[in-house]
């Protein structure tokens, strides 16, 4: 791996951290209400919901890679959030990563949801684990290859000169050191 070569995720993030909310929340509700034929509301949560019960990678992904001759440096599952894997990464590469907030892939109702459960969806993405997607870089030679085979994989950063160390940037540039909040990572 070198600086400049590019973070790429499989999927979306945060899904399954909301479906958890989603759960404790109608259960509250349930418990609250104290009606036994009460039934939770999950329909218009059911894509976050099954991100949780049911995480899932693609078994092709892989595959694809090799087929389309495109090689990862380095590839890590996402179980336990997004900094979790980027900061395992920096330590194994002995490079920086810049993962940029606005490139994160959120799906569908994620990000609304997350604001009226009143939490933060860049936390979701990046300490919430249980998403069960792949993180892998590749060369930057590779970016259009990488475009055209891989739509719907996302380019969420680079690698960078060590001195960067794991850091989110922010729509308006500002640099800050990813914390992977709740887990032992050394």
Request: glycine share 8%; hydrophobic share 40%.
């Amino acid at each position: 791996a070198k600086s400049m070569d590019l973070i790429c995720v499989s999927d979306n993030l945060g899904a399954a951290f909301m479906g958890f909310q989603v759960l404790e929340k109608e259960r509250m509700a349930f418990e609250k209400s104290g009606d036994v034929k009460a039934q939770p509301q999950l329909e218009e949560y059911k894509h976050m919901v099954g991100a949780y019960l049911k995480p899932q990678i693609r078994p092709d992904v892989i595959r694809q890679l090799e087929d389309a001759e495109i090689i990862p440096s380095y590839g890590y599952l996402v179980t336990r959030g997004l900094a979790d894997a980027v900061r395992r990464l920096v330590r194994d590469s002995g490079l920086g990563a810049k993962i940029y907030v606005d490139r994160l892939p959120f799906a569908g109702k994620t990000f609304e949801v997350a604001k009226q459960l009143n939490v933060d969806p860049m936390s979701a993405a990046l300490n919430g684990g249980e998403d069960y997607r792949l993180l892998f870089t590749i060369p930057i030679g590779k970016h259009d290859k990488f475009r055209h085979d891989f739509q719907t994989f996302d380019i969420i950063g680079h690698l960078a000169k060590p001195e960067v160390g794991a850091a989110v940037v922010t729509p308006d540039g500002v640099e800050l050191p990813m914390k992977a909040q709740g887990w032992n990572n050394e």
